[in-house]
Nanobody, 123 residues
Framework: QVQVVESGGGLAQAGGSLRLSCSSSGNILSINKMGWYRQAPGKQRELVAA???????DYADSVKGRFTISRDNAKGTVALQMNSLKLEDTAVYYC?????????????????WGQGTQVTVRS
């Protein structure tokens, strides 16, 4: 059983900072991609930032230069440092992991999501 658990989030002033953390656990061979998505009320879930196994990163245009994702491969954790927060960053943030598991004699990739953590930015 694989678990993805988030921590952090909460309330911040516009221009302020918050940090989100996420840990993965379970019988995982490797994690190919780990990152954060968010969903604001009435909107679709969107990618915020992700980091791949080789260290490459991907950011939404709206957060480039403000958010930084980091990953500890050995610990299976990922963090999102959010600076210069804007009102439009308000959303539920979900940690995501694409984990490779052993299934019988083969390996397969599975997607896992955390339960979500609320980030609210106020003026």
């Amino acid at each position: 059983q694989v678990q993805v658990v988030e921590s952090g989030g909460g309330l911040a002033q516009a221009g302020g900072s918050l940090r989100l953390s996420c840990s993965s656990s379970g019988n995982i061979l490797s994690i190919n991609k780990m990152g954060w998505y968010r969903q604001a009320p009435g909107k679709q879930r969107e990618l915020v930032a992700a980091v791949f196994n080789g260290g490459a990163t991907d950011y939404a245009d709206s957060v480039k230069g403000r958010f930084t994702i980091s990953r500890d491969n050995a610990k299976g954790t990922v963090a999102l440092q959010m600076n210069s927060l804007k009102l439009e960053d308000t959303a539920v943030y979900y940690c995501y992991a694409r984990a490779r598991l052993r299934v019988e004699t083969r390996s397969r990739d599975f997607d896992y999501w955390g339960q979500g953590t609320q980030v609210t930015v106020r003026s």
